[in-house]
């Protein structure tokens, strides 16, 4: 019996929709002992996933212990949302204490309106080793380190 995650190969839909949604980005994903590695489309190797959204609304996965993209690029007044596809609780807590979330079940989710320029870092509490940065430019696109 398949899944509607598993194609009964062994091929998880929503990761085949989230390799889709790189198309476009000149990022190549591929999959080395089951840990995402992306390319550059010149073939250099890039080390984090990395996400520019000019949107007033952006999205963060937290899935196999990771935020994905783990740097996000964002115009002041941005909301950030991470929703959680993980099979156990996660958090998200700013390290400057700006913003913290209960923690997270499955498909549940969190969000967070950036309005000053700067670069804010977060991390599960649950799990410090999981790590992630939104950096927010202002109106002028100038990047502030907070």
């Known amino acids: 019996m398949t899944s509607d995650h598993d194609d009964g190969r062994g091929v998880s839909r929503r990761k085949i ?23 550059g489309i010149i073939g250099e190797a890039a080390a984090l996933p990395t996400a520019s959204a000019h949107a007033a609304e952006t999205e963060v996965k ?20 991470w929703i959680n596809e993980d099979d156990i609780p ?13 923690a997270l079940d499955t498909k549940d989710k969190f969000s967070f309106t950036f309005t000053t320029a700067g670069a804010y870092e977060y991390f599960c509490s649950l799990h410090p ?18």
């Open 129 to 146: 080793h999981m790590t992630g940065t939104i950096v927010v430019e202002g109106a002028t696109g100038s990047r502030a380190a907070q």
């Open 17 to 39: 929709l989230e390799c889709m949604t790189w198309a476009g980005t000149g990022v190549l994903w591929t999959l080395a002992a089951g840990v995402p590695h992306s390319m």
């Open 90 to 102: 996660h958090t998200v807590a700013s390290s400057t204490k700006l913003f913290k979330s209960n």
């Open 62 to 81: 937290i899935d196999q212990f990771a935020f994905a993209p783990q740097r996000v690029t964002v115009k002041a007044g941005t909301t950030v949302t």
